[in-house]
């Protein structure tokens, strides 16, 4: 399993972090978002349990530091050096005594970084109070700042190689969705079909396989629909009953979203016409959609739609996605949403999500788009209309 794209890549992503980091005048970075090293170097492993980070200087090659068990999956996803690659010993590991990040500070010490501006990941998942304090203490000759997401702004501009990742993801998408088509009828036990889901999603297709999503795939029915983020369970689909899945594909990390609706039954007037402003809508985002167009601006476009019906959806619509791991596929930089004044860069890729949760039911429509000097095309291929199985 060699990583994911060319050397030259990463050392492309190296170069605009370090611009970033003298930007700002650190000296240097602590990542411990496993998304954030994996765009840097293409470390991927189920290593995130434990406390792993990766150190960068303008001068100090970019260097993981994790578990000693993990520190293999460097050798055969990454262009990393042995040197570039540090272990912390087993005595490390989920102790009341000694905390890994003593290991990673003392490492620090001996790389003459004490002293020097050092910025860290503030806001993510993975780097826990315990191991920022940790650092402090043990670096405490230096000056600490938040990086505020300074990768994940970085990740926010797509490489044609990361394009044509994504477009694999969005294929397995559409397969997914497809999956999932085929196997809901009434009396279906939602385990049972999401089993068939989860499988398209790794199996992929005959020339690329995929992975696991950063996000849970969900699956919305009926009472449950009324709600944004809700678990699969055993119960059974049932007659006259909207479904809405939200699936999608990943592929080398790479996660491409999609969502779409099926009624198991004859649509009512509500679906309908819910169905149709969203559908709408999802046009007036596009052709909103282009470099250099304001965030608040597309979901202008949206709101105007979403006005002519009485409709009202309070969530923003979208986001920025790429590369990730659960819990999030999204980037958590732009978001489309009324105060959001971010222009849109040239071939940033977004996930735009349409979900409409109502009282009793809900509907979802969403589209992984790539945006273009001029315009905006959608990345993921699968019919727009409400799915109809009637019978």
């Known amino acids: 399993m060699p990583a994911a794209f060319e050397k030259k890549e990463y050392a492309e992503r190296l170069k605009r972090v370090r611009g970033a980091m003298a930007d700002k005048q650190f000296d240097v970075l602590v990542i411990g978002d496993p998304s954030n090293i994996n765009w840097l170097c293409g470390y991927d492993a189920w290593s995130f349990y434990t406390p792993q980070i990766m150190v960068v200087g303008h001068e100090l090659e970019p260097t993981w530091i994790g578990r000693d068990m993990d520190a293999g999956a460097a050798s055969f996803t990454t262009h990393l050096t042995p040197e570039q690659v540090v272990p912390f010993p087993e005595e490390y590991v989920q102790q009341t005594h000694v905390h890994p990040a003593q290991f990673m500070a003392q490492w620090m010490v001996s790389k003459g970084l004490d002293g020097k501006r050092i910025a860290f990941e503030s806001d993510t998942y993975y780097f826990t109070p315990a191991a920022v304090e940790h650092l402090h203490s043990q670096l405490s000759n230096s000056t600490w700042v938040d990086s505020e997401l ?46 068939d889901v989860v499988a398209a999603q ?14 849970y795939p969900l699956v919305l029915a009926g009472e449950a629909a009324s709600t944004a983020h809700p678990f699969w369970t055993d119960e059974k689909f049932a007659h006259d009953q909207t479904v809405a899945f939200e699936l999608g594909g990943c592929r080398k990390r790479y996660n491409a979203g999609l969502a779409r609706t099926v009624h198991l039954g004859k649509p009512n007037d509500t679906l309908n016409t819910t169905a149709q402003a969203v559908n709408e809508g999802m046009e007036a985002v596009l052709d ?3 470099t250099g167009a304001l965030c608040c601006d597309v979901h202008a476009a949206w709101q105007a739609v ?33 105060d959001d004044s971010t222009p849109l860069p040239e071939n940033a890729v977004v996930h735009i999500i349409l979900g409409m949760w109502m009282e009793g039911w809900g509907m979802e429509v969403s589209e992984t788009i790539h945006v273009r000097e001029h315009d905006a095309v959608c990345l993921t291929q699968f019919p727009r209309e409400v799915h109809v199985i009637d019978g």
């Open 306 to 338: 979403l006005d002519q019906y009485n409709l009202e959806k309070k969530s923003r619509i979208g986001y920025s996605i790429g590369v990730g791991y659960a819990p999030d596929w999204g980037e958590h930089t732009i978001s489309f949403r009324a």
């Open 202 to 215: 790794i199996r992929g297709t005959p020339d690329f396989g995929g992975d696991m999503t950063a996000l």
């Open 150 to 195: 300074l990768v994940n702004w970085q990740r926010l501009i797509k490489s044609e190689a990361e394009i044509d990742m994504l477009k694999q993801a969005a294929h397995i998408a559409g397969l997914t969705m497809q999956a999932a088509y085929d196997g809901v009828r009434p009396g279906v036990r939602q385990c049972d079909l999401m089993a």
């Open 288 to 290: 909103a959609m282009k």
